[in-house]
């Protein structure tokens, strides 16, 4: 049987003939759709007769059009149906008509394959191939390959649909993970996903429910329902997916609507819609949740929704923990799928929700104490629902060859994993592929040169143990203190022409004034800015000048510089001692379990010994530096080693010029 590369080529040869009419980067216009098309006309083939019959017998009667949808669904033998007379191998016949034809086939189709193709925005591109004069020999083409569930299993049909969409997003330089994730990434996250319910899911008439709010072409529901199948026949899953991207959301929807997917029968179990701003599932609840959202993507045109929802609902709406900068929305996602996080209630039957989310490194350390991300990464670390962070090979993905990590997030963590976080180093757990796609040019191995990865990968995260590649850390190990470390100002004080015109121009009221404190305190500089202004007060008081706050203000910015061997500027409000110079602040990271004060004496004192903390300002923060956890030192070779290979190389340069020179 050909694999799905060999229909995927096949499919590609025929996106040549739209070569013209359509740019490469637009080939997919046509080519997924298409595809899709010529696939629900191989699956419904065998039942079209049927249907047809009872298509004229029920037609003009009194059934509504919901109705008749259902009733023809079903003697087609699928959720969908088609009722036109018309296949592709009848449009073949009419090559003068076939464009009207092509659209009477498309209608003739139930409503939620119709809205499929609307999706699609398929009638525009019918149109264009007619006016180009090339959409018989398109459809003409189609109709040789053979895409019945017979020539192509469910699963086979899905790969070819990652292939293409891989394909076109390469022409069109866009970000091909927006639609799909590696299949074996996906493995490995469903494995661990499900890896403590084999009790749970083994229960008779067990149902189940997931959601991926950044579906694209549903790789990541179909490969859930597809573990249950082979582990748990029992169990039923019902997946759900949103995704905002047109021709991903139609893909989709086509895909899931050919393969056996497990639904409640309320309504489509994959919408179109913005997870952000059109939550389409929103006040439901779901025992998994499975994302890959897009790396690095901003969320200005949401911008003012989401802040209007963090700063109205705070807690009770999605993204009370915080909001991230504008230019990754990852955490956003994050905090979405939290929202909808099954409450631990076991007599109601409710068990809690297991998460897993693909990210890219940035979520784990951007933004300091106080920002949005570390406030979210607080949020989840201290109500203990980070289970474990799985750092994957870099060039796994498609689209990027950047180190990505899969994060674990459950509000049911296990009794040993209560307080803990686990890490886990699977960086150097893969195999080269024999041929790149795009960036992807490594994979986890499965059952290939004698091992099988993901099952490697699965029993180190299932050990809860530590060693070279997995460690675990108490949820404080994560946290710390963003204390502000202060040192005094120190000022210069000297009375000098320019400042003396600057102030007068200021304040040509006040030149008397100057004069006297010039004539008071002489020309000479004084290191010592307390004394001065004592002097000049004093002065002032005298001479009955009532001088206002910003004349002060401005006196001391002209007639004074900065001087680190001036004596410290002491504090005329406040608690502290001495008043603080802002260009010479600092900040420490203070790690949670760490005395604060015993962390300043030691690290802090002995290198500034004038410094004091101002713990009015402190924050307190989160992030998980993945790399120094599982840093190996390499100590530096010896000198008399590198001094030998320098001699090598050194000879080797002057043998080589005495070959030039002969």
């Known amino acids: 049987m050909p694999d799905h590369n060999y229909f995927s080529t096949l499919i590609w040869q025929i996106a040549d003939l739209l070569r013209g009419p359509y740019r490469p980067p637009q080939y997919e216009r046509v080519m997924l759709p298409m595809t899709v098309l010529r696939r629900f006309d191989c699956v419904l083939a065998s039942t079209k007769a049927k249907t047809l019959a009872e298509y004229e017998r029920r037609k003009g009667g009194k059934l509504t059009a919901d109705a008749l949808d259902g009733l023809l669904n079903k003697t087609a033998g699928q959720r969908f149906h088609n009722h036109s007379p018309l296949d592709f191998a009848r449009l073949k016949g009419d090559p003068d008509h076939i464009e009207k034809h092509l659209v009477s086939y498309i209608k003739g189709f139930s409503a939620n394959v119709r809205c499929i193709f609307e999706f699609f925005e398929f009638e525009n591109e019918i149109e264009k191939m007619r006016e180009a004069n090339i959409l018989y020999l398109v459809v003409s083409k189609f109709c040789d390959v053979d895409l019945h569930p017979a020539a192509v299993p469910n699963e086979q049909m899905g790969l070819i649909f990652e292939n293409l969409i891989r394909r076109f997003n390469e022409l069109a330089n866009e970000t091909a993970g927006d639609h799909f994730t590696p299949r074996e990434v996906i493995r490995l996250m469903v494995n661990i996903l499900f890896i403590r319910d084999d009790r749970l899911l083994a229960t008779p008439g067990t149902v189940r429910k997931l959601l991926d709010p950044a579906c694209g072409t549903g790789g990541m529901l179909a490969e859930a329902q597809n573990y249950l199948r082979e582990h748990h026949s029992a169990a039923r899953l019902y997946v759900y997916g949103q995704d905002y991207n047109k021709r991903a959301f139609a893909t989709a929807a086509s895909d899931m609507l050919m393969k056996h997917v497990d639904h409640n029968g309320v309504g489509d179990n994959v919408r179109f819609g913005d997870s952000f701003t059109d939550d389409q599932f929103s006040g439901e609840t779901y025992d998994y949740l499975l994302a890959n959202p897009p790396f690095g993507v901003d969320w200005k045109k949401q911008q003012r929704e989401i802040q209007k929802e963090h700063d109205t609902r705070g807690h009770e709406g999605r993204f009370g923990a915080g909001l991230p900068r504008v230019n990754d929305g990852a955490l956003l996602f994050l905090q979405h799928m939290i929202s909808k996080f099954e409450p631990v209630r076991p007599a109601e039957h409710k068990h809690g929700s297991r998460l897993a989310i693909v990210f890219s490194g940035s979520p784990l350390f951007t933004g300091g104490a106080g920002s949005g991300e570390s406030d979210i990464r607080k949020w989840i670390i201290e109500n203990d629902w980070l289970e474990a962070v799985i750092a994957l090979p870099e060039q796994m993905f498609y689209n990027t060859g950047i180190g990505t990590y899969v994060w674990i997030v459950t509000n049911r963590k296990e009794k040993g994993r209560k307080g803990k976080i686990q890490l886990l180093d699977a ?33 180190l995260y299932g050990d809860v143990a530590s060693g070279d590649t997995s460690k ?119 790690p949670l379990k760490e005395d604060i004060d015993a962390y300043f004496d030691r690290e802090v004192r002995p290198h500034v010994p004038d410094a004091w903390m101002d713990r009015s300002k402190d924050k307190l923060g989160y992030e998980i530096n993945f790399n120094r956890h599982f840093y190996k030192y390499t100590p530096p070779r010896a000198l008399e080693e590198i001094d030998a290979e320098l001699k090598l190389a050194e000879a080797e340069i002057l043998r080589l010029l005495g070959e030039v020179t002969e």
Request: no cysteine.
């Open 427 to 459: 960086r150097e757990f893969h195999v080269p592929m024999r041929r790149s796609l795009g960036d992807k040019r490594r994979k986890i191995g499965e059952k290939e040169d004698g091992r099988d990865q993901i099952a490697e990968i699965v029993r």
């Open 472 to 590: 675990i850390f108490d949820n404080a190990d994560f946290g710390y203190t963003r204390v502000t470390v202060e040192r005094p100002l120190r000022l210069r004080f000297q009375v000098t022409a320019e400042a003396k015109a600057a102030f007068v121009e200021a304040h040509p009221d006040r030149l008397e004034d100057v004069e006297a404190i010039e004539e008071a305190l002489g020309p000479e500089p004084s290191r010592d800015w307390n004394a001065v202004r004592v002097r000049v007060e004093d002065l002032l008081h005298e001479r009955k000048s009532g001088w206002k706050a910003p004349q002060h203000k401005l006196f001391r910015s002209l007639f004074t510089t900065k001087d680190p061997e001036a004596e410290p500027v002491a504090a005329t409000s406040g608690n502290d001692t001495y008043e603080p110079d802002a260009d010479l602040r600092d900040f420490e990271n203070v």
